[in-house]
């Protein structure tokens, strides 16, 4: 991981970009190749989102949209000075705390609606 | 980063998460996760943002939101099967062919608009 | 539509909100809007997700986020000067060109994995 | 508006997409098409936003970005039976009674942060 940052970190500054790269504007980009990770399945049914990887077109997309999301939020976690495998260690052992494992045995709570998630915010309604 | 994603997954299979954890789950999820880290930043102004973290609230949010973004990201690669470091490293070699370092002087190419990026598609024709 | 578009515009210039109006700004608040749209339903099942109506406060969620989108859509649309319903029309008109209605009688075109849209873009190549 | 919504109604059923267009996939292809308009923006500076449609290239593409976000906003208030009017037209009510206007002359509240916004949420602590 270390290795890629400063391999981008290099990259970024032999082209003179630094100054395009402020936290906004990487934001921005972060959540503009998220959407275009998505668009890759917005159509697909369940059976053919499950299989995108063996088209290989779409794989090669696939791979190509998940480096580009992760480029960019690692150079955000630069440019703010965020070690993200830290803050990804800390939110785990919050929600441990917040998300008990049921010790009963219906999926998702037992409450037919179900779903996660380990990222969960305290003020998402929608699960 | 193994060891995160292995508590990802340990801490989903106990809450009996997997079957939402579908491919196109994950990729609306992440995409969510980076519109709330984006939200962060939307009325800022350049000053603002840049210094985001000297502020003890904004800076626990943007810890937060990178981890569901991270978070997110790795669950969505391990349930099609991508090494997100691999993909990154692929990409960057590619990059290095398609944007070549300009030896000349000028920021951005030279054209008053200039900007990145590594991640830059083929199509995109913003910058 | 009008007559909204003009109460927003009163809104934020009654708050002195204008100075954050800006295209970029806007963009992004429209961005991060549509996101918790479909934060409603990215757990939910196809079966749940066509529901949602029928479940009061997922109901009120809906209605309030389609609200934001369409409030940020038509800010920005008054910031650049640009008509949205004028552009709709123009690019529905293009689509009838580029996406003749297939003669045959097979879904999405006959190839089994058809799809819209009368947004898709020319180099999508995710249908 | 009604005339465009009829419009997109038949344009789908011709085509034979009307399966695809499920409330979660409409949702997705929202929220990907609104970082399709952001991407636009992302690495422009305030200046170069501000002049966007003074470049022809760049204004047509906000138009076409604007239509298809419009489009898709259309196609899921059908599909879930909401008139997004009407639902602009009760946010607007609400947000008149939860942000008064300030009768001091200070801008975005005196605080110095400022900033909207009539779509603004309870829970959104970043303005």
């Given at each position: 991981?270390?290795g890629l940052r400063?391999?981008?970190?290099?990259?970024?500054?032999?082209?003179?970009?630094?100054?395009?790269?402020?936290?906004?504007n990487?934001?921005?980009?972060?959540?503009?190749?998220?959407?275009?990770?998505?668009?890759?399945?917005?159509?697909?049914?369940?059976?053919?989102?499950?299989?995108?990887?063996?088209?290989p077109e779409?794989?090669?997309?696939?791979?190509?949209e998940?480096?580009?999301?992760?480029?960019?939020?690692?150079?955000?976690?630069t440019?703010?000075?965020?070690?993200?495998?830290?803050?990804?260690?800390?939110?785990?052992?919050?929600?441990?705390?917040r998300?008990?494992?049921?010790?009963?045995?219906?999926?998702?709570?037992g409450?037919?609606?179900?779903g996660?998630?380990v990222?969960?915010?305290?003020?998402d309604?929608?699960?």
């Amino acid at each position: 991981m270390e290795g890629l940052r400063q391999r981008l970190v290099d990259f970024a500054a032999a082209r003179r970009w630094e100054p395009f790269h402020t936290p906004k504007n990487l934001a921005a980009a972060l959540s503009v190749e998220s959407g275009e990770l998505l668009e890759i399945f917005q159509w697909l049914t369940p059976e053919q989102a499950a299989a995108v990887m063996s088209e290989p077109e779409r794989a090669h997309r696939v791979r190509d949209e998940v480096a580009d999301v992760l480029a960019y939020l690692v150079q955000f976690c630069t440019v703010v000075g965020v070690d993200p495998l830290e803050a990804l260690a800390a939110k785990i052992e919050r929600n441990e705390l917040r998300f008990p494992v049921p010790d009963g045995s219906a999926a998702g709570g037992g409450d037919g609606e179900g779903g996660p998630d380990v990222n969960r915010d305290v003020g998402d309604q929608s699960v």
